[in-house]
């Protein structure tokens, strides 16, 4: 079956602290990945997608960059975090018409 | 510009009564659109999904309806159930372009 993971579920960081958050997908092959963030009170907002291996698509101009080492992984990083990174972080990908999200990130920058 | 624009952006309804969500969208031009709906601290979860020639498509206790020339989508829930209580987003795309917008969701409260 196809399923994505999403990995942590929340978390506390301190400003200035570097960022890693995983996302992986299961029972598909070279899969369209993105990543979106959904401040509080605000719609869901493109970060980043991904076509292929290696391929980053950036969507905003912003503190946080994107990874897809393998075909199935995703990953969003930041080197330094900032107070305005808070937010709920949700990958996701896409399958014909059909988009499958992830159970979200839960990230507060201290 | 395009835009996909909720009503209304909170609602509180009681237990086994019905209610209707509104979404009107200037995506151009239309692909598909999407209701999704999203419990809180969880990602949302597709619902229905219509492309441009269908107008109407049920899921449960879910109907959306779609009119492409008023630009304008609903989604209906009958007999709402205590678990109903979440936000429900509205997903355009474009034809022209990969990429999803959103609208910024109507919060359902259904009190027993």
């Known amino acids: 079956s196809q399923t994505i993971h999403q990995w942590p579920a929340t978390l506390v960081q301190p400003v200035g602290s570097p960022l890693s958050l995983e996302c992986t997908v299961e029972?598909?092959?070279?899969?369209?990945l993105y990543w979106y963030r959904q401040a509080a009170g605000r719609g869901l907002q493109l970060l980043f997608y991904?076509?292929?291996?290696?391929?980053i698509s950036s969507e905003v101009p912003q503190n946080l960059s994107a990874s897809r080492p393998q075909d199935r992984q995703f990953i969003l990083s930041s080197k330094k975090l900032l107070l305005s990174d808070s937010g709920f972080y949700l990958c996701?990908?896409?399958?014909?018409?059909?988009?499958?999200f992830g159970s979200g990130t839960r990230l507060t920058v201290v | 510009k395009n835009q996909v624009e909720q009503s209304p952006q909170s609602l509180i309804i009681l237990e086994g009564k019905n209610c209707t969500l509104q979404?009107?969208?200037?995506?151009?031009?239309?692909?598909?659109l999407r209701w999704y709906k999203q419990d809180t601290g969880r990602g949302p979860v597709s619902l229905t999904i219509?492309?441009?020639?269908?107008n109407t498509k049920s899921n449960g206790r879910y109907t959306a309806t779609l009119d492409a020339d008023t630009k304008q989508s609903s989604l209906h829930i009958t007999a709402s159930q205590l678990s109903d209580s979440a936000s429900y987003i509205c997903v355009v795309s474009s034809i022209n372009t990969d990429k999803l917008i959103f609208g910024t969701g109507t919060r359902l409260q259904v009190f027993p």
């Open positions: 996701a990908w896409k399958q014909g018409y059909g988009y499958t």
């Open positions: 029972g598909t092959s070279n899969p369209n």
């Open positions: 219509m492309t441009f020639s269908e």
């Open positions: 979404c009107n969208y200037t995506v151009s031009p239309f692909s598909n």
């Open positions: 991904s076509v292929g291996i290696g391929q």
